[in-house]
């Protein structure tokens, strides 16, 4: 026996033993890493290792501006992994917010208000206009109710609700279908009531409800490393390894040949130093925080730094339909009778049949509209010159009439002035409609015909009725449905949620960078198909929900490579898509703004969340959000990703090129029985130069020309393909090659060693000059290169003139470099070094690439 009834709902007694059994309407806390864990994690991965690390050794040697340089970049990588491990703890608790408003319920015979996490099963719920539901119930009496199910299901249109036969009791919930349902009596927390009112008895809350599946779903996906991250990580490992071995060598050789150890664990430092991959974790912090920042100036927020390296990479963009493709408002598109026609692209103004269609369906209309279809009905009729307020004001409702389970259609009886009679309107099904008519089956089928011709372009249609009430004023004698009027059929209006402008365009350039568009929706089939038409979809074959359930693994993953509509999608089957195209392969980025797309949008390689519109959930479980919800921008964004992309790979070329001379020229005099050329300052004074220019410099950079003619890259393509890591070690070698030149002439020649140190040192940072302006660029001449715009590589390059005079000819700097006087003829040698080799990597560089082709050629996943 239930401790309820519908009248007075649940007592205090048993809600609170409810409560007890069953816990807070609300998802439960996760358990959380703590801080000291969290950073735990974070120091022990080898890049923060190293940095922390090198910095120790700086403190050793005594260079504390470097040490402390080092350790700062060391905190910073830390406090922003920091700071995205803890954002993603941010998801369940923003479902949490939402899945718990206040709550008007019915305890002890009276309507008190609650917070929504103290709902509890069996409690009796009021509802009305503008309320978001608690949680999932089951309606005992309605009025005219509607609800927006589209944070669940992804359906613009509100669907009708309709309260259950028979005595109030809780359902078995296996039998409560999905969300999304027209005329059934079960409502779901977390949606949103658009009209009416009703009571309803709740049947699950917290982890049971709808929304709680939605979250239980969130808290079991784990977010991915990204690839390049993991590639960071393995150059990191790689130099340092090759460092350590560098340096432990020369240490053991130079001791072994001259008896120094001292001298030789000086030289064994400074060659470590040269080789130690500080400079990689700097350029991935620098680049993703700039990253960010560029994208953010298109109206989009980077919440996971992480994704902009992915973005480069996407094969398959998968995109909701509502408020995403389309702008999520209902529009009146056509007004259609038997002899006339109006479409939405016709400018001019309404003519009489059209225009008779409109008013009727407008006082059909409430005087206040809620309902998106009433909205678009009020909007045509301003647009068309008229006011709605006025239109109404000149009249005077008599009687509404709602919709009935055995009637879909709505009717108000309107009177004008003092005339005793008056005019009933109707608007409905097609079928309701046809039945308060009277309509000959010939004259329906025709009609029939309209309607299909309609729905085929994704317009939903409703027929519109009016006829005369005489002696309207008696209310009495009204009859108690729409049956008892003599309608005439006026027409039919056509409603549709219309595509943005921008998409046609976005879709074609996300073509020609090689993505496939993909729309994942909760709308019908023939909807979906018709907007996919006019995105311009790659495939209009559509797949829906039932379909996918139905399928095994294999047989939607080969569904999957010819597909790109997919229709009456629920949430659990978002996630399967995804899912299943990540196994196919494929880099895959997700939009979307409800409650729904969470799961879907987390669990791609990068989710993106509508701003505007979308809920918090979608932007918590989100890498990226469009603050203006414009698709437009999603092409915006890949196309800086892969800009973005592409300077890092120059970056790291630089690194890798720069590198060489610099580890050479520290061993080289080791090996010739010359004195050391390099100590740590000097490094320190390189580090000044190589720092900024493989950061900022590289970063600045204007994307390649054919940077979204290209297909994406190969998702399993290392960050530098092996012909670019050859090219990189090549300049190396050929900068160290003519450095070696200068050093023997010189040194032959009987120059002293501090003006050899300060000769060998300053052809090096003009030679290090040549392999900035040699790496701006894959393929593009250095003559074309120079007009591409760097306000920063101009400062760069300035800052190092001033700091290399001062260097040389200020004193004081002498003596801390161990540089000699250099002389006119000396600076011309360097001059000329520096010039000969960026004349001869330019030459090499266009023989390189014009005989093996393109190097930045992707493979695009192999699709049916």
Known sequence: MKEHAPITGLSSAAAAKHLKLDGYNELPRSDKRGFWRILFEVLRQPMFALLIGGGIVYFLMGDRIEAILLLIFASLSVMITLVQETRSEKVLEALRNLASPRALVIRDGKRILIAGREVVRDDLIVISEGDRIAADATLVESHDLLLDESLLTGESMPVRKLAQDGSATTPDQRAVPKPGGEDLPYIFAGTLVVRGTGQALVHATGMRSEMGKIGRALGAIETEQPRLQR????????????????????????????????????????????????????????????????????????????????????????????????????TVVSLCSEEARWDQDEKNKLSDKPREILEAALFACPREPTDPMDMAVHALWEAQGGSSKASFAERTLIRAYGLRPDLFAVANILSSGGDANGTVYAKGALEAIAELCQLPPERLVKIRAQVDALAHDGVRVLGVAKATVLNAAQQHDLPETPRGFEFEYVGLIGFADP??????????????????????????PATARAIGLKAGLDSTEVLAGEEIDAMSEDSLAVRMKSTSIFARIQPNQKLRIVQSLKANGEIVAMTGDGVNDAPAIKAAHIGIAM?????????????????????????????LGRRIYDNLRKAIEYI?????????????????????????????????????????VFEAEKEEDDVMQRPPRDPESPLLLPKRILWA??????????????????????????????????????????????????KA?????????????????????????????????????HFGRLHWDDLAVSAAAGFFSLLLLVAIKSLWFRVGGRDNKAKLPRRT
């Open 729 to 778: 070690i090549l300049q190396g070698l050929i900068v160290l090659a003519i450095l070696a030149g200068v050093l023997i002439s010189a040194s032959r020649m009987g120059m002293p060693e501090a003006d050899l140190r300060a000769l060998v040192f300053t052809s090096l940072v003009l030679m290090n000059i040549g392999l900035i302006l040699i790496n701006r660029s894959f």
């Open 499 to 524: 595509i943005r402008a921008n998409v046609p365009a976005a879709v074609a350039e996300c073509r020609s960078a090689g993505i496939r568009v993909v729309m994942i929706t909760g709308d019908y």
């Open 231 to 330: 590639q960071i990580h393995s150059f990191v490992r790689t130099f340092a390894l090759i460092g350590v071995l560098v340096g432990s060598l020369t240490v053991l050789l130079f001791g072994l040949l001259r008896g120094s150890w001292l001298e030789a664990i000086l030289g064994g430092i400074a060659i470590g130093m040269s080789m130690l991959p500080e400079e990689f974790p700097l350029v991935m912090t620098v680049f993703m925080a700039m990253g960010a920042w560029r994208i953010s100036q298109v109206r989009v927020l980077t919440r996971r730094a992480s994704a902009i390296e992915t973005l480069g990479a996407t094969t398959v963009l998968c995109t909701d339909k509502t408020g995403t493709l389309t702008e999520n408002r209902m």
């Open 611 to 639: 701003g505007g519109r979308g809920t918090d959930v979608a932007r918590e479980a989100s890498a990226i959000v469009l603050l203006d919800d414009d698709f437009g921008s999603i092409v915006t964004t890949i196309r």
């Open 656 to 696: 890798i090129a720069v590198h060489i001379p610099i580890a050479g020229l520290a061993l080289l005099p080791l090996l010739m029985g010359l004195p050391l050329m390099l100590t740590p300052i000097h490094i320190a004074f390189l580090e000044m130069v190589i720092d900024p220019a493989c950061s900022v």
């Open 781 to 817: 001449s250095l003559f074309r290169a120079f007009l591409r715009p760097n306000r920063s590589l101009w400062i760069l390059l300035g800052s190092v003139i001033v700091l290399l005079a001062t260097a040389v000819f200020w004193r004081p700097a002498q003596l801390l470099f």
